[in-house]
């Protein structure tokens, strides 16, 4: 018998596998909190990955944004102000920004629970 100890929400659960199963154990590597989280947004805005590029954002053009809605523990407050900043910068008006929920099948938010989701 092997023991399989696997992380259950903020403790442990394990099972035995028979011994008659080739078993082989994958473990991912190991990452450590980042050391300053607006920092690390603010460097990934400067340095977007594949071929985004925000010279290509018209300025009186809009801007749609999607975020996740209560159910997921995004921290927002910590990413949008620096996303807002960035299209601020190109000339984009908060006027010709639009947010929308990612509900998925979830029930829609009320009104009042979109504070809990965007910087004020």
């Not at 080739?22 to 690390?40: F, M, Q, V, W």
Request: net charge negative.
């Amino acid at each position: 018998m092997t023991e399989i100890i696997l992380p259950y929400g903020k403790g442990q659960i394990g099972c035995d596998v028979s011994s008659k199963y080739n078993l082989t154990i994958l473990t991912p590597p190991i990452s450590h909190p980042a050391r300053n989280a607006e920092d690390l947004i603010y460097e990934s805005l400067e340095n977007p990955i594949g071929d985004f590029q925000w010279e290509k954002i018209d300025p009186m053009g809009t801007v749609a944004i999607a975020i996740n809605d209560k159910t997921r523990p995004v921290p927002n407050s910590l990413m949008i102000p620096p996303l807002l900043s960035r299209l601020e910068k190109l000339g984009v008006r908060k006027d010709y920004i639009e947010f929308f929920i990612a509900t998925g099948t979830h029930t829609p938010m009320r009104n009042e629970e979109f504070g809990l989701l965007l910087p004020e």
